[in-house]
């Protein structure tokens, strides 16, 4: 059965501070995996999709890397600000079939001033 | 807007009423996708329609729910008989072909009372 696992489930940090995301998945045939941001009360938001060949992907702040052998990733934010606070959703697609992709069930991230 | 929106943004009804919630994805996606969404959880799949095919049905769909992609634009989904196990928000995502990052709208809150 595909599944995404996301730790911690929850995190507070204070702002400027650093954080680093989990997600170990055990979909396969592995297709892709990407972040989403979800703010509270409003759909996810893409931060980054990684493939196969990708171990490391930028967006701003946002560092998000991958490890295909050992079925893991990470998101890392750096300097982090009030509006990180969100829900950051990992969710993996399997190649083949119908591509409907498994969702984590997020990490709660709050950031205090 | 050229985004995915949802109408409407918030449905209070009472146990047993029908509700109907409509998703205007972005404009030349094939693929479109209802998921619904509970507190402290990620977005599950209930359906996806390739243009006006529906494709694929969650067992979470039970038969009181209904979706519809009539002229493979605009989708709506229908509960009957609303339960209060229900209440939750759903989510309508949006894709140009199957691999491609899905694009949410903001949801529709449903409360069931």
């Known amino acids: 059965k595909n599944q995404v696992e996301q730790s911690p489930q929850s995190l507070i940090i204070l702002e400027g501070k650093n954080c680093t995301l989990q997600?170990?998945?055990?979909?396969?045939?592995?297709?892709?995996l990407r972040w989403y941001k979800q703010d509270t009360g409003r759909g996810p938001v893409s931060l980054t999709i990684?493939?196969?060949?990708?171990n490391t992907k930028s967006n701003g702040r946002y560092t998000a890397t991958l490890d295909a052998d050992t079925k893991q990733s990470s998101l890392h934010i750096t300097a982090s600000q009030l509006s990180d606070s969100a829900s950051y959703i990992c969710?993996?697609?399997?190649?083949?079939?119908?591509?409907?992709?498994?969702f984590g069930r997020g990490t709660s991230l709050i950031v205090h001033p | 807007d050229t985004g995915v929106s949802q109408d409407p943004r918030h449905k209070i009804t009472k146990r047993g009423q029908n509700v109907t919630f409509r998703c205007d994805p972005i404009?030349?996606?094939?693929?479109l996708y209802w998921y619904r969404q509970t507190l402290g959880q990620g977005p599950e799949f209930l359906t996806y329609f390739q243009n006006e095919a529906q494709l694929e049905k969650s067992r979470l769909l039970s038969d009181r729910f209904s979706a519809e992609r009539p002229k493979g634009s605009f989708s709506t989904l229908e509960i009957q008989r609303t339960e209060q196990g229900d209440s939750a928000m759903y989510l309508c995502?949006?894709?140009?072909?199957?691999?491609?990052?899905?694009?949410f709208g903001p949801g529709t809150r449903l409360l069931v009372l």
């Open positions: 404009s030349e996606h094939n693929r």
């Open positions: 995502a949006s894709s140009l072909v199957a691999q491609e990052t899905q694009y």
């Open positions: 997600c170990n998945y055990t979909v396969s045939p592995f297709s892709n």
């Open positions: 969710v993996v697609s399997a190649r083949g079939g119908s591509y409907i992709p498994t």
């Open positions: 990684m493939t196969f060949s990708e």
